[in-house]
């Protein structure tokens, strides 16, 4: 009887299922993941989130578990003011100039002080948030997408600055100063288009 | 239960699907699902473009093979340094900063980096920086005035820089040959090579 516990529950669970629930809009849920699916497919924003997560990872714990909050947090809160908002706002030469900065400070590798490093995440964080905010209020983004572009900045940052921290070979740690090199050239290209 | 065929033919089976679904992955129709117009292009042309002269992947493979010969700090400063100045260079030839001399400059920076691989040239770490970043305004100068029309600005420079970055990540394996005496020759061999193809390109760009 005992062993038939088990292929008796599966079964029940087969035959007992409800709606899938397939299309996420009937959900609510749908922009939630719409919001993921930005910060994902955004290769501006996610760069920053990269750049700051390499930098706070570079400045060791502390710095790391300040920027896990800060990030997110000051993004939704760019996002709230956003929301109110009429046109969709969007500062291009402002957001490759962060890469630039963030970029150069990851390659440099000078452990910049843990207030340089949650200073520079406030702002890059309000300013795209409230991008985003702009651009939830004219979409079906809303506050739900906004809460899904910060959960996964929080996800984003507690990987890369968890796995930077973890870091220990020199070759590494040369690894991620090139891939610093690489945001900062990227953000020089983009003030340059910018510019054009 | 009967097996299914001896083991190495299942091994061999295994190999053969192996290849197969390597095959597939690298078939390039089959990755271009949606190509929305502007975006792959951007990021596949910046992606290409290092790559399409012969000039500028000489000149990239010799920093990352000049950066090994000199061994740490050299062989991460000057990988990094190239793509940030290369940077500005395109930066420059993006906002329609004229240049003079970009096609001399860049043929004389395979020629110059070639030499510096040939002669295991070991100068100040702060002096290969500057040289390496004094070349590399020229062949971002060259970048960003040759960028389509239509390429996606943000994915374009991505894959530019990635791009360079690979080659000269490529330099830098090749350039760990420099552990055995036969591989210090065979680097100082290629650096040869890479001056004198650089001599040709620097002669046609003068001519």
Redo the contacts between chains.
Sequence with gaps: MKRAVYPLSLAWLLLSTAQAQAHLVTTGLGPFYDGISHVLLSPDELLGVTGLALLAGQGGVRCSRLLLWTLPVAWMLGGLLGLHQSAAVSLPVVSSLALIVIGALVACDWRVQAAVVISLAGMFGALHGYGNGTVAAQSTLGMTGLLGISATIFVLVALLAAFTVSLRPLWTRAAVRVAGSWIAAIGLLLTGWALR | MQRCGSPPELKHWHLRCVWFLTLVALWPVSAWAHVESGQAGGLLSGMVHPVSGLDHVLAMLAVGLWGAQLG??A??VL???F??V???G???????LGLSGVEVGIATSAMALGTMVLLEARPPLWLATVLVGFFAIFHGHAH?TELPEDAS??????G???AT?LLHACGIAIGLLHRWPAGRVALRCGGAMAAATGVRFLWRALG
């Design positions: 740490a700090p062989v991460w990988p990094v340094a793509p940030m290369m940077a500005l395109g930066m420059m030839g993006l906002m329609g960003g600005g943000l994915l374009y420079s991505m530019f820089v990635i970055g």
